[in-house]
């Protein structure tokens, strides 16, 4: 089978796929938010969620409002079996709370060949036990982190905690969502990519429109490249143009 993601031009360079780690529902939220700006902008998006904790079993099988959610905003549409390989039939006898690490960077590494973007929607304990916790989940995929963070000092400064440990696993933690309508400083000197409005957040399309989308692929591109200044995105949305 031919995967219908085109190749990159020379002198573009594709976007990156990153997860979303944090405390709370708003790593889910934010998820969308960050899938849906992206999809605004041309980019071929999808989600993945590692662990659907809202999945129920009804009429012979696994349904979740979230993974529900990842479909709706992803660009093309993806099996549910895709999007989440822990809320499948075969998997009803695992503990909850229980992680497939390499199933995930499976199910990554087929979608990655369809989309320009994977985000990776880590909602879940982000550094914690029982082990798999979501920060080992990132750690597998080798993925860039975006931090999901509650606008609050509290929230902030639970969100920089959670910066130093990821860090110290070494993770690469590029940049930052809040849940709040000004930015607030960031102790961890990461740029914080958005701030949304609480009553936005649950409505992806609108909470997008309050994502910086430039600023997001260039704190990505860096993090793939260090030496980079810029990010020049494939040719087809930006002409070739750094930004």
Not at 189 to 194: K, R
Request: with cysteine; hydrophobic share 45%.
């Amino acid at each position: 089978m031919t995967s219908a993601r085109l190749q990159g031009p020379a002198d573009g360079v594709a976007p990156v796929s990153f997860c979303v780690l944090g405390f709370g529902d708003a790593v889910h939220w934010a998820s969308l938010a960050l899938m849906e700006s992206l999809r605004t902008r041309g980019y071929r998006i999808t989600g993945l969620l590692p662990l659907a904790g809202d999945a129920q079993w009804r009429q012979g099988r696994w349904r979740s409002d979230r993974v529900a959610q990842l479909q709706g905003a992803s660009s093309f549409a993806f099996p549910a079996s895709a999007l989440c390989t822990a809320a499948q039939p075969d998997l009803r006898d695992q503990p909850d709370g229980e992680v497939d690490v390499e199933a995930v960077v499976d199910s990554h590494a087929v979608l990655a060949t369809w989309v320009d973007v994977v985000v990776v929607d880590a909602l879940g304990d982000p550094d914690g036990g029982p082990t798999p916790n979501m920060g080992d989940v990132a750690q597998a995929l080798g993925l860039p982190v975006v931090i999901a963070c509650e606008g609050s000092e509290q929230g902030l400064q639970k969100a920089c905690g959670l910066v130093s440990h990821l860090r110290a696993r070494g993770l690469r933690v590029v940049a930052w969502v809040q849940s709040g309508p000004q930015p607030m400083a960031c102790a961890a000197g990461i740029p914080c990519v958005g701030a949304i409005p609480p009553g936005d957040l649950h409505e992806p399309v609108r909470a997008a429109r309050h994502v910086d989308v430039m600023r997001l692929l260039c704190a990505l591109q860096v993090s793939a490249d260090p030496s980079a200044t810029g990010v020049s995105a494939n040719a087809r949305k930006t002409g070739g143009q750094l930004f």
